[in-house]
């Protein structure tokens, strides 16, 4: 009953972590358009802290962040896909090559995560 209980409560709380990443991710796009660095960095950290804890559920944390990658806005879902590119390389890949099919700030920023990747300088989760 108690590993029930436990596995319960790390569900809510990744479901609250991706959540929490999905909202950041959108905020910094948008204090982006805004022309609000502060608020932006702001967001960034936000996020990127909310993946840190996912993380520390290990292969779960990052299935959970992976639900991402249909979400409406594209910022979110290239945001996860960058993170996601290790471990889940052919989806995470399929997602970014789709964002990077468009012009402006979040295309740019999928193609620039694909080729870290291709150069192998990518390092946003290690193993």
Do not use: C
Not at 63 to 79: C, I, N, Q
Not at 106 to 117: H, S
């Amino acid at each position: 009953m108690e590993s029930i209980r436990r596995r319960t409560l790390v569900t809510e709380d990744l479901q609250k972590l991706v959540a929490k990443f999905a909202q950041h991710a959108a905020a910094q796009t948008d204090a982006i358009w805004r022309g609000d660095a502060n608020a932006a960095n702001k967001h960034a950290d936000e996020s990127i802290a909310a993946f840190k804890r996912m993380r520390t559920h290990g292969d779960v944390g990052r299935d959970a962040l992976a639900t991402l990658f249909t979400h409406p806005r594209m910022d979110v879902r290239t945001a996860a896909a960058a993170l996601l590119l290790r471990y889940r390389t052919a989806e995470a890949k399929a997602v970014l090559e789709e964002a990077a099919k468009g012009k402006g700030l979040i295309p740019f920023e999928a193609k620039e995560a694909l080729k870290r990747w291709e150069e192998g300088t990518w390092s946003l989760d290690p193993a």
